[in-house]
């Protein structure tokens, strides 16, 4: 078996891994985007063999490749422990660029978010994000729903940008934040400290 035929291997091996994963730990409205954010991840990675020029390059690709199913069923495992069992309220479960918050269930169904950086600001411009809501998450075809977020750069901090209509779902403009702060982000937040609001 040559090097081409292991790594797609490693590659087949890892996507059963994660449809197993998803067959186990069922998580409502959730199941869409992660499934398709762990597919992008994977499939970013599968011709990184093309790429490798030394054995050090090689050894890279296939940690990088081989770290994805792991990491994502410890992440549906923690979801659907969040959704299904009495605990301490979720927190917010940081990906490579996005995170994602799985209501709790047991007593009063709560909301899931999911937040993604979809364009990095290069150089000083703004990163562009989708964070959506889902009020039943426990249903599989909840589309949610999703608000296009700014942030810009501004001096040392940045400034958040958002929808009125997001601004008013006050709960979920708070989970938002969070969200971000979860991924390192601390942009100032002019709509909370508004004393009309």
């Known amino acids: 078996m040559d090097l081409q035929e292991k790594y797609r291997g490693l590659y087949l091996g890892a996507l059963f891994v ?16 992660l499934s ?3 597919r992008d991840e994977l499939e970013g990675r599968e011709h990184s063999l093309d790429h490798c020029d030394s054995r050090l390059d090689l050894a890279d690709a296939v940690e990088g ?18 959704m299904h069992h009495i605990g301490p309220e979720p927190p ?4 490579q660029a996005a995170a994602v918050r799985a209501g709790s269930g047991v007593f009063v169904r709560h909301p899931s978010y999911a937040l ?4 990095a600001g290069a150089g000083s411009g703004a990163e562009s994000w989708e ?11 909840d589309e949610g729903v999703t608000f296009r977020v700014m942030i810009f750069p501004d001096g040392p ?41």
């Open 18 to 33: 994660v449809e197993q994963a998803e067959s186990a730990y069922r998580l409502g409205a959730l199941n869409r985007l």
């Open 65 to 82: 490749l081989s770290a994805i199913a792991p990491r994502y069923v410890k992440l549906r495992r923690q979801l659907f422990s969040d």
């Open 157 to 197: 901090g940045s400034a958040l940008q958002v929808s009125p209509e997001l601004e008013a779902q006050r709960s979920w403009y708070e989970q938002l934040v969070y969200g971000l702060h979860a991924l390192g982000q601390t942009p100032r937040l002019a709509a909370l400290n508004d004393p009309g609001s």
């Open 36 to 38: 398709a954010w762990v």
């Open 131 to 141: 964070f959506s809501v889902f009020t039943e998450p426990n249903k599989p075809d």
């Open 92 to 95: 917010w479960r940081p990906l």
């Open 116 to 119: 993604r950086r979809i364009h």
